[in-house]
């Protein structure tokens, strides 16, 4: 195993899959990483389904395109229409990959709202999206050390409810899709900000 920062930054957002498959012990060791994020209290409100049947990604990835040529259909400004269609590609590129995890979480009410009866802090989901947050991240660190690509994926939810109607996953939010495969490309790591200007010490 590399060292655990290493890892962490070796690790890049693949978008193109080769054909060949990823075995069933690898995709259980992906699912394995994910449930054993940190969640508020332990509530793991969360689900993680693996899809691997190529029509039933065909069929995500399509719900995906009709969504996106709806909104950019909508989209009245000329220029931001044409920036979205360039964008939109990268919103169904999953449908290259041999397996695609959906990240889903049980929207609840704030606890701290619900216990104290006052609404302290919005009701926005916060807890169950980053602890979902912290599997998705444990499953892409788990692809990359078996040596696999993966990509975190949020332009698919511009279909959200069809993809939730497709994988029968009613009640369930999702919060990203995550194709993995054998990866055909490997991408250059996009420059990171300057370290001073995103942290800080106080001593
Ligand atoms: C919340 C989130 C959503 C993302 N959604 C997409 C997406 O829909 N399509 C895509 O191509 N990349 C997506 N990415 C990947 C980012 O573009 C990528 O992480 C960033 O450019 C840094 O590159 P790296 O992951 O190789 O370090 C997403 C990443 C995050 C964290």
Known sequence: MKDIIELIKSRRSVRKFSNAPVAEADIDRMLEAALWAPSASNRQSWKFVAVKN???IKE???????AAEKLKSQIEDED???AFGGYSGYFTFFESAPVVIAACFN?????VNVLSGKNLRPDDNLEQTTAVGAAIQNMLLAAHAMGYGACWMSGPLIAEPELIKILKLEGLRL???IPVGVALETPAAPKRKPAGNLTGKVE
């Open 107 to 111: 929207p609840r009410p704030n606890f």
């Open 80 to 82: 931001n229409a044409s």
């Open 175 to 177: 919060a990203a899709l």
């Open 60 to 66: 995500m990835a399509a719900a995906v395109r009709a």
């Open 54 to 56: 190529p029509s039933v």
